[in-house]
């Protein structure tokens, strides 16, 4: 429970600071512990941010694994729409997580800028396995154009970090339209021309 407490505490202190401007002693004191017991959870701050980060990114590939449990018997748009907006929708309403987040990608501290991307990579890859075979399933369905999976991969990534940043510009209310417009345009972008005319 205290390491639990300690990485929300501090995943909420660097979403705020960032990484330089956060001291152990200010995570201790929100914890409601002495300084030296983070060191019986943690390495370091280092160890604590890195362990907050890898926690975050995997969280959104639990939140897309258990989607796609629950919608097996879906079409490949539905997927792909549900996946899309769960996501958006899982950072509109965790905005500490998504602030934490999109400090540690655009801002990283530079000594930990390798560490943080072999993360990132790793979780990254977990979610492209459950794209890709959405993808693949749509193009043998003929639902989705004939296209590198790589290609609509990186497609849906760069939709979906393009909205990501906008959630720090524009309230929930417009950000509903923007997603909309955002997910119908991908969609047209990928569909096969034929099986939008029939």
């Not at 769960?86 to 000594?111: G, H, I, S, W």
């Not at 977990?126 to 609509?152: D, M, N, P, Y």
Request: aromatic share 12%.
């Amino acid at each position: 429970m205290t390491k639990d407490k300690i990485k929300h505490e501090a995943m909420c202190l660097f979403a705020q600071n960032g990484y330089n401007g956060t001291a152990l002693a200010e995570i201790a004191k929100q914890v409601g512990i002495k300084t030296p017991s983070i060191f019986a959870h943690f390495k370091g701050k280092e160890d604590l941010f890195l362990s907050v980060f890898a926690d975050l990114s995997w969280q959104e590939v639990s939140h897309v694994e258990q989607i796609i449990e629950n919608i097996e018997e879906a079409t490949v748009e539905e997927k792909l729409s549900l996946i899309f907006h769960e996501t958006c929708r899982f950072y509109l309403q965790n905005e500490v997580r998504a602030e934490f987040l999109k400090r540690t990608m655009l801002f990283p501290p530079d000594f930990l800028q390798d560490k943080i991307r072999e993360r990132f990579i790793t979780s990254e890859e977990s979610l492209s396995q459950i794209l890709r075979e959405i993808f693949v399933a749509g193009i043998e369905a003929g639902v989705v154009r004939k296209e590198k999976t790589e290609s609509l991969i990186a497609a849906y990534y760069c939709t979906i970090d393009g909205v990501f940043l906008q959630m720090s510009y524009y309230g929930k209310d417009a950000m509903t339209q923007r997603l909309e417009a955002a997910w119908k345009n991908f969609w047209l972008g990928i569909t096969n021309k034929q099986a939008q005319i029939d």
